[in-house]
């Protein structure tokens, strides 16, 4: 049998989900932090370029640098902001949105 990849066209299947209201909630608020996870990132990235432009050695640009750095990882920010904590959201699908980031 040969691969997808192999043919000269691939085919495709279309299919159309309808999720139930608790479901819907479970699929928004999963997109919601995936978005603000990537938002995070990049204001966190902002942020450490602008106190890395900073020469002078201050100990709260060092501790502010630091802290950044060791919150740029899912579960770090997820112990941050404690909305991120809930049952409902996927571990999976923030450590996608970092990975997405990074790329």
Do not use: F, W
Request: aromatic share 8%; with cysteine; charged share 30%.
């Amino acid at each position: 049998m040969k691969k997808i990849c192999d043919l000269a066209y691939y085919y495709g299947l279309k299919m159309r989900i309808y999720p139930s209201t608790q479901q819907k909630q479970i699929i928004k608020v999963n997109s919601d932090i995936s978005r603000t996870v990537y938002n995070k990132m990049v204001a966190i990235d902002k942020e450490l370029y602008r106190l890395k432009q900073v020469k002078l050695p201050l100990d709260t640009v060092v501790d502010r640098i630091s802290e950044l750095e060791s919150r740029k990882n899912a579960r770090n920010m997820a112990n941050h902001y404690q909305y991120m904590q809930d049952k409902r959201v996927d571990s999976d699908m923030m450590a996608n949105a970092i990975k997405n980031y990074k790329n």
